[in-house]
């Protein structure tokens, strides 16, 4: 299996999410300890704080991060509250879509680790 | 023919074993492949004298004691020394602690220096981090340069520098894992001893690579793991002048360490077995031995002209691959084992994972040294390091994978 897919070279090196959010409603924010990179999430919620407007993310990380990174922020764009917190390790994986090697599952899963951070300051 | 690379690798079952998919092996600086005859020493023991050291009185227990101290001779004929100046540890790690609590507690006092250098492995940093806290010592370091990757001593106030900020104890990386350089130990040892210090040296990365002699560095103590040496894993080397090693208190304590035991208190035996608490690894040292046995057959000094060649080789091809910026110095005799890069673009993660798709293997973050990559103001580089079975074939697989993924990733 090529870890390294047209798609995903493509997203890593092309993120359409990859931005800081000055003024965001919530964050999550995890270490890569595999490698010492930093990733975080940015939520902006509606009116109503129901449901996620904009997602974006931050921070430096490799091909597999920034790519799975940048399809989380696009997959719960618009989603409630309540799917954020249903959103499952097993759901990350299906998302990406392309299985890594053992060694580099903790990149594909840190998007869903600052998700995780992020939802328990809810 | 080439004695060593290509035509050496029978010696090494691995490379038959895997010889189904592409096998490249450039991660030794990790661990080194083990040849048959290490095996063999070790299964032999298992297989035929299977009985503990230092105790039994049958001809079996006898049979295993002396190939277990005989290893001691044969380190001391690798790195020069006596053989009841070897002690057996379970890696460069564990010897380091040891010299930390029990040789660092003996001579360090409140306000005393250690020196340290920039480029260390973190098994000769943060033990003394732990023991400064400790005793409440000050913790200095020689910095290195960034661009030449040497570390930067001034000669001629190096003596006084030692004196003024009270530095007892000065511990060294031989050569570093990460930008290979090799350091003038035996220069800055001189100057060490005028001061009145200890030298102890980390030769952990070194001692596979080049003719080493103890004497010669002018350590007063040496320390190294047997599996980056051909040898198992679970096995090291602390030596050590026996003058410090007989002044030192025991680490660990317990069985075969004792002289004699009464209820209330004990009196320990002499060095080496002093510091050799419970029962050792007595076949990883026969296969440490047999390790060393093997590589002095070879010759110390053929082996760094061939890694000398295959390095310098591939400083030249990977200096073409585009965005590239190797570590280092680029003066072949003053690296040893390793070259470490970034490929801008590229995050060292996805170096690694993207020729390990090749069957290449190399070794990717910060290589247990974070502080050295702080000041390269990177978090991890790609590192190839290379041994007596590779050759110009690994080095241009490397090449050519790496130019695949240039192109890959569209750069």
């Known amino acids: 299996m090529n870890m390294y897919r047209e798609d995903i070279i493509e997203r890593s090196r092309f993120p359409r999410f990859k931005r800081e959010m000055k003024a965001s409603d919530l964050q999550g924010e995890v270490l890569n300890e595999l490698c010492g990179d930093e990733l975080t999430l940015y939520f902006s919620f509606d009116e109503k704080k129901e449901r996620v407007i904009k997602l974006t993310f931050g921070g430096q990380g490799c091909a597999l991060v920034t790519a799975a990174a940048d399809m989380l922020c696009e997959y719960l764009g618009g989603k409630t509250k309540k799917e954020l917190v249903d959103f499952s390790a097993a759901d990350m994986l299906k998302l990406y879509g392309n299985p890594p090697s053992p060694s580099r599952l903790k990149c594909v899963l840190l998007p869903y680790e600052a998700l995780r951070r992020a939802v328990a300051g809810l | 023919m080439k004695k060593l690379g290509i035509s050496i690798r029978k010696d090494f079952p691995i490379f038959a074993r895997r010889s189904g998919a592409p096998?490249?092996?450039?991660?030794?600086?990790?661990?080194?492949?083990?040849?048959?005859?290490?095996?063999?020493?070790?299964?032999?023991?298992?297989?035929?004298?299977?009985?503990?050291?230092?105790?039994?009185?049958?001809?079996?227990?006898?049979?295993?004691?002396?190939?277990?101290?005989?290893?001691?001779?044969?380190?001391?004929?690798?790195?020069?020394?006596?053989?009841?100046e070897v002690v057996f540890v379970r890696n460069a790690t564990e010897a380091m602690n040891l010299l930390v609590a029990s040789f660092g507690g003996l001579i360090l006092r409140e306000g005393d220096g250690v020196l340290l250098s920039e480029m260390e492995h973190h098994a000769n940093l943060i033990p003394w981090q732990q023991l400064a806290k400790q005793k409440k010592c000050i913790l200095h370091f020689l910095p290195f340069n960034i661009e030449t990757g040497e570390l930067e001593w001034d000669k001629e106030a190096f003596s006084s520098f030692l004196k003024e900020r009270k530095i007892k104890i000065v511990s060294l990386i031989h050569s570093s894992n990460v930008l290979g350089t090799i350091n003038p130990i035996k220069e800055i040892a001189e100057h060490v001893h005028e001061a009145g210090a200890y030298m102890i040296v980390d030769a952990a990365q070194s001692i596979t690579h080049m003719p080493?002699?103890?004497?010669?560095?002018?350590?007063?103590?040496?320390?190294?793991?047997?599996?980056?040496?051909?040898?198992?894993?679970?096995?090291?080397?602390?030596?050590?002048?026996?003058?410090?090693?007989?002044?030192?208190?025991?680490?660990?304590?317990?069985?075969?360490?004792?002289?004699?035991?009464?209820?209330?208190?004990?009196?320990?035996?002499?060095?080496p077995h002093r510091f050799e608490a419970g029962t050792p690894?007595?076949?990883?040292?026969?296969?440490?031995?047999?390790?060393?046995?093997?590589?002095?057959?070879?010759?110390?000094?053929?082996?760094?002209?061939?890694?000398?060649?295959?390095?310098?080789?591939?400083?030249?091809?990977?200096?073409?691959?585009?965005?590239?910026?190797?570590?280092?110095?680029n003066d072949i005799e003053k690296r040893s084992g390793v070259i470490s890069f970034v490929i801008n673009g590229i995050h060292p993660h996805d170096v690694g994972s993207f020729v390990a798709q090749d069957g290449i293997m190399i070794r990717v973050g910060d290589h247990c040294a974070k502080p050295l990559h702080k000041k390269l103001g990177i978090t991890a580089s790609s590192r190839v390091s290379v041994s007596i079975y590779n050759d110009h074939d690994d080095i241009d697989a490397l090449s050519l994978s790496l130019e695949k993924m240039i192109k890959a990733f569209g750069l």
């Open chain 2, 281 to 329: 690894h007595i076949a990883g040292a026969i296969g440490l031995g047999e390790a060393m046995r093997y590589m002095q057959e070879i010759g110390m000094q053929t082996i760094r002209d061939h890694e000398k060649e295959l390095l310098a080789y591939a400083w030249e091809k990977l200096s073409h691959i585009k965005g590239i910026h190797l570590f280092g110095p």
């Open chain 2, 212 to 271: 080493i002699d103890v004497k010669d560095l002018g350590a007063d103590f040496l320390v190294f793991s047997g599996h980056k040496l051909l040898g198992p894993t679970g096995i090291g080397v602390l030596w050590g002048r026996y003058e410090l090693l007989d002044r030192m208190q025991p680490y660990q304590s317990g069985g075969e360490m004792i002289q004699d035991v009464n209820l209330k208190t004990s009196t320990f035996a002499d060095p």
């Open chain 2, 23 to 84: 096998f490249v092996y450039l991660d030794s600086g990790a661990t080194s492949l083990k040849p048959t005859r290490v095996l063999d020493a070790m299964n032999e023991y298992h297989e035929s004298y299977s009985a503990n050291v230092s105790r039994g009185v049958y001809e079996m227990a006898e049979q295993a004691t002396n190939a277990y101290e005989d290893v001691r001779a044969t380190t001391s004929h690798f790195i020069g020394g006596k053989p009841e």
